[in-house]
């Protein structure tokens, strides 16, 4: 009867509300415009969708137990159900998941008309199920649950692809996207926070002498910037940068510099943002009137050159520089980044007040086989189309100088096995990106993640002019593309204002707060040894019992209770304690997932693993200590 339909909508509406009450009520008000219809054959019901069974008619139950038998099921899997029906494989999955189970169904008219007919309530009230109808939610979704070690599998039913065909591959291009760019950001954490912490550590006493760039606010309004990257067509437009030289402020990044040098052309700004050491880039020039631009957590050898001044970019999505910002107390919200120095070169032009920014060598591909500028860092690889495996493939026309570009290593073997390991890399993350002229052109993976933020960047702060000068390159929207020489056509002498200020940090409060931060990090360390005295303890115990008892059972528990203490609670107090352990803690969650059967043998690995992540977490604190002495004791 109806009342019994309208009871199952309401328990349903009533399920998902609890945790997602925007997406309830979406459902609630819908009016369907297209209704799916039910249909019952070989005594299961199925829905007739636009012409097609949604389910298989002889058996959906099976196809659904099949889908889901081809998924991998562990406790850090997540299954992404595609499309919803009447919700056969999605209950499957529900009851049989022991990961994340997301179900994601766009079409609120079969949502609609399934609940109607189908109670869901009992498995939307499951911990490990979600479900949405659009992809912004799904990202957070995935990204709550995604780990270096675990990637949604999407599982869908023939006839939702043959529904989704127009917007299938749309989806899944989007999704591989989310993942790769999840995955970048969990491979920076694992293996970027805490050597980036060493660094802007390190950095700090000259970090006081650096000023944050935002002093400058607009200064150069109504001028001409030109941001110089490395790409092949740099080359093209040597003649025109020297023709105009001028007329606009110089924007260069380090790959780039050398390049410039060589046809005479200073510019007035170089950007380095590298944690690696980069400095061969720039070694053996005269730097005494080139402004540099660079991140607090880069690397210390760039602090040993003699520049004109140096300026701070305190990018806002690079956590570790939020630490910096509470310590000197600087609003940081204005320096945007995404990485890459071209785009930390780009804010850094915005910022400073430039009408008009102009792109030059930014190709984000490989043009005509040429892959950098040809006095450019990386100026010996080449990507060229190898018709025996036919695929296109990165080489070294002369591996001993790409080598030697590369790395510092004292020995030749060392340098050619970085280089190997950096073609390995490179050739494994080939890519292609849609040309200016429309066509698809071969890039690297990292060049291709490039294009989007540009593009965005240039739609949200809409109020100048953008111009790409590549014409043969990567297209990015939100630039006019042009050739150079039209760019600068109608610009006119400009003559650089000189950058003066008398701002100055107050070095007392930031040498007091990094006594706090340091005290803080310190009231850790009683805890972890407490850690460390409950796994003795345990491992005694399970050296004499067969079988996990309660005695042992009580010290585990103990032992994860601290554990989450310090990497939750105190995590989050203690800046510094988390760049420490970021690493470790995101290996360790893993495995207490994948945690199935408590067994004595069991228990005794996760405990090792456990000791471990404390003693190696001790040993940071006592060099992070070490660092902030020496850098407190250089500010006194």
């Given at each position: 009867g109806s009342e019994l339909v309208n009871n199952i909508f309401k328990k349903n509406i009533e399920s998902i509300y609890k945790k997602n009450?925007?997406?309830?009520?979406?459902?609630?008000?819908h009016i369907p415009n297209d209704m799916p219809k039910l249909i019952a054959e070989n005594n299961f019901?199925?829905?007739?969708?636009?012409?097609?069974?949604?389910h298989n008619p002889q058996n959906?139950?099976?196809?659904?137990?099949?889908?889901?038998?081809?998924?991998?099921?562990?406790?850090?899997?997540?299954?992404?159900?595609?499309?919803?029906?009447?919700?056969?494989?999605?209950?499957?999955?529900?009851?049989?998941?022991?990961g994340t189970v997301i179900l994601y169904e766009p079409d609120l008219n079969i949502l609609f008309s399934a609940f109607n007919v189908v109670d869901f309530s009992s498995d939307f009230?499951?911990?490990?199920?979600?479900?949405?109808?659009?992809f912004e939610d799904l990202s957070q979704i995935i990204y709550t649950k995604s780990g270096t070690e675990n990637s949604p599998q999407m599982l869908i039913l023939p006839s939702q692809r043959e529904f989704e065909k127009d917007n299938l591959g749309e989806f899944i291009k989007n999704l591989q996207d989310l993942i790769g760019s999840y995955s970048l950001d969990l491979k920076y954490t694992k293996e970027q926070f805490y050597p980036a912490l060493k660094m802007l550590i390190t950095n700090i006493p000259h970090l006081t002498k650096e000023i944050p760039l935002i002093k400058f606010k607009d200064i150069f309004k109504e001028k001409t910037a030109l941001i110089v990257s490395a790409g092949p067509t740099l080359d093209r437009n040597i003649e025109t940068i020297t023709k105009y030289r001028e007329n606009f402020i110089l924007f260069t990044v380090g790959t780039a510099f050398?390049?410039?040098?060589?046809?005479?052309?200073?510019?007035?700004?170089?950007?380095?943002?590298?944690?690696?050491?980069?400095?061969?880039q720039i070694t053996d020039y005269d730097l005494s009137k080139i402004n540099f631009i660079t991140e607090p957590y880069s690397n210390p050898k760039l602090r040993n050159f003699k520049f004109k001044q140096t300026f701070s970019h305190i990018s806002a999505n690079m956590p570790i520089n939020h630490f910096w910002s509470e310590i000197c107390g600087e609003n940081i919200e204005e320096y945007?980044?995404?990485?890459?120095?071209?785009?930390?070169?780009?804010?850094?032009?915005?910022?400073?007040?430039?009408?008009?920014?102009?792109?030059?060598?930014?190709?984000?591909?490989?043009?005509?086989?040429?892959?950098?500028?040809?006095?450019s860092a990386y100026k010996d690889l080449v990507c060229r189309f190898n018709n025996e495996s036919q695929k296109w493939e990165i080489t070294a026309n002369n591996m001993e100088k790409f080598?030697?570009?590369?790395?510092?290593?004292?020995?030749?073997?060392?340098?050619?096995?970085?280089?190997?390991?950096?073609?390995?890399?490179?050739?494994?993350?080939?890519?292609?990106?849609?040309?200016?002229?429309?066509?698809?052109?071969?890039?690297?993976s990292v060049y291709a993640a490039f294009v989007k933020p540009l593009s965005e960047f240039a739609l949200h702060f809409n109020d100048r002019t953008y111009?790409?000068?590549?014409?043969?390159?990567?297209?990015?929207?939100?630039?006019?593309?042009?050739?150079?020489?039209?760019?600068?056509?109608d610009s006119e002498k400009n003559g650089l204002i000189e950058l003066k200020t008398d701002f100055t940090y107050d070095k007392n409060s930031i040498k007091s707060k990094l006594l706090d931060s340091k005290k803080l990090l310190n009231q850790s360390l009683p805890e972890i040894e407490e850690i460390k005295h409950l796994i003795k303890n345990l491992n005694n115990n399970l050296k004499r019992q067969k079988n996990l008892e309660v005695d042992s059972l009580k010290i585990l528990k103990k032992i994860s209770e601290k554990y989450l203490y310090l990497t939750s609670t105190f995590s989050n107090q203690s800046k510094l304690f988390d760049f420490i352990t970021a690493d470790g803690k995101i290996n360790l969650d893993y495995q207490m997932k994948m945690l199935k059967d408590l067994t004595n043998d069991s228990v005794t690995t996760l405990i090792q693993n456990i000791n471990n992540f404390a003693d190696t977490t001790i040993n940071r604190i006592n060099e992070v200590n070490s660092l902030l002495d020496n850098s407190i004791k250089e500010l006194e």
């Open positions: 009450p925007d997406f309830a009520t979406r459902i609630a008000k019901y199925n829905f007739e969708y636009k012409g097609i069974k949604i959906p139950l099976a196809e659904a137990q099949e889908i889901f038998s081809y998924s991998e099921n562990t406790p850090v899997a997540i299954h992404l159900i595609y499309g919803l029906g009447l919700g056969y494989l999605f209950k499957v999955a529900a009851e049989k998941s022991t009230d499951k911990n490990n199920v979600y479900i949405t109808d659009n050398k390049t410039l040098q060589k046809h005479g052309i200073e510019p007035d700004f170089l950007s380095i943002i590298e944690t690696y050491d980069s400095s061969k945007w980044s995404k990485g890459t120095v071209s785009y930390n070169a780009l804010n850094s032009a915005r910022i400073l007040g430039c009408s008009k920014i102009i792109l030059v060598g930014q190709d984000l591909a490989y043009i005509e086989g040429q892959c950098y500028s040809k006095n080598a030697d570009s590369l790395s510092n290593a004292p020995t030749f073997e060392e340098r050619i096995e970085t280089a190997k390991r950096r073609l390995k890399k490179l050739n494994a993350s080939l890519y292609y990106v849609k040309g200016i002229n429309g066509d698809l052109i071969p890039t690297e111009i790409n000068t590549s014409l043969v390159g990567a297209q990015i929207d939100g630039f006019k593309n042009m050739s150079l020489e039209e760019a600068l056509a």
